[in-house]
């Protein structure tokens, strides 16, 4: 079964400070894709970055880094010199091909407060 | 628009009414799903559509939850005799097609008060 554990409900850091977010999956199947996804104050959840199961090249784009690990599972989110407005709500989501690709497991959630 | 539009953005209903939730999903996309996050909780999985498919109801919480798809596009969510516990923030997303590769897009959610 699919499963995506954020185990970090709440992260408090300063302004400037790095912060990674931890995502762990369990999946049977070898095809897959993980995302990110945004959370800010407003409520509309803002896609971030989608990963497929092939590729566990890390990825950065600006302050932002993602650390695909298939060995452990993992799918971490970095953030570099964090900033107020990083402060969100952020879901590392799971879809599986093998179901037929449709139904996305998203984690609980990890809640930043990012302080100035 | 280019989004995904919901509407309402809030309803406040007494318990025992009835409601309807509607999603407008992006042109063009095939697939399209309904969400529920609760306070500070993460997002349930209610129901998907894709294409002309019958929908996937397995999240669905209980029988007085419903939705329905029209002309492959705008979708409502209806929920019957409202309770206290279905308070939430109802989110709609679609994809452009049923692929796992393809992105969900959210819309701004409809924030249901249940009294």
């Known amino acids: 079964a699919q499963k995506v554990t954020q185990a970090q409900t709440e992260i408090s850091v300063v302004e400037k400070e790095d912060v990674t977010l931890d995502c762990v999956y369990e999946?049977?199947?070898?095809?897959?894709?993980l995302f990110w996804y945004k959370q800010p104050p407003s409520g509309e959840l803002v896609f971030l970055i989608r990963?497929?199961?092939?590729?566990?090249q890390n990825e950065i784009s600006g302050r932002y880094s993602w650390n695909f690990q298939k060995s452990t599972s993992s799918f971490n989110f970095t953030i570099t010199a964090s900033q107020v407005v990083d402060s969100a709500v952020y879901f590392c989501?799971?879809?599986?091909?093998?179901?037929?690709?449709?139904?996305?497991?998203f984690g609980a959630g990890t809640r930043l407060f990012v302080k100035a | 628009g280019a989004g995904v539009s919901q509407s309402p953005s809030n309803k406040v209903t007494e318990k025992g009414k009835d409601v309807e939730l509607r999603c407008d999903p992006i042109?063009?996309?095939?697939?399209l799903y309904w969400y529920r996050q609760s306070l500070g909780q993460g997002l349930e999985f209610l129901i998907y559509f894709q294409g002309n498919s019958a929908p996937d109801k397995s999240g669905l919480p209980s029988d007085r939850f419903s939705a329905e798809r029209t002309g492959g596009s705008v979708s409502t969510l209806t929920i019957q005799r409202t309770q206290q516990e279905d308070s939430a923030v109802y989110l709609c997303?679609?994809?452009?097609?049923?692929?796992?590769?393809?992105?969900?897009?959210f819309g701004p959610g409809t924030r249901l008060t249940v009294l």
């Open positions: 990963r497929n199961s092939f590729d566990e």
């Open positions: 997303a679609s994809r452009r097609t049923s692929g796992s590769a393809d992105t969900q897009y």
């Open positions: 989501a799971l879809s599986e091909a093998g179901t037929g690709g449709f139904k996305t497991i």
């Open positions: 042109s063009g996309h095939t697939a």
């Open positions: 999946t049977r199947d070898t095809t897959y894709y």
